[in-house]
């Protein structure tokens, strides 16, 4: 896959997604006590099993306390690739923050 391609400016959080999925990042990740897993495939991934390919941050239009981001993550172990959806600032979840903190952490040392 060409890295050039994540780069992009989709547009909106849904088109990024759209864009991304048309990438292969297929994969709709959630947290589950400090891992990533993946409820169509029933995978679960430790810190040390991914990584965030891209980042992608939107703030709403009308309402800028509306903030999210969007991870591009890829697992060579696993063979998948997917998303994950986080608010910042304000609309930050604490449970991600953490993980992605990890996973900053844990690419920092290599």
Do not use: W
Request: charge should be negative.
């Amino acid at each position: 896959m060409n890295n050039e391609n994540l780069n992009e400016d989709f547009g909106t959080l849904s088109e990024t997604i759209n864009g991304l999925v048309k990438l292969g990042y297929t994969h709709d990740f959630n947290i589950k006590d400090e891992c990533l897993i993946c409820n169509r495939t029933n995978i679960t991934l430790s810190p040390d099993d991914f990584k965030i390919d891209h980042v992608y941050r939107f703030e709403g239009d009308s309402d800028p306390e509306y903030q999210s981001i969007l991870y591009a993550i890829s697992s060579s172990k696993f063979q998948v690739k997917g998303t994950l959806v986080n608010g910042y600032g304000t609309s930050s979840d604490e449970v991600t923050t953490k993980l992605i903190e990890k996973l900053n952490t844990h690419n920092n040392q290599n």
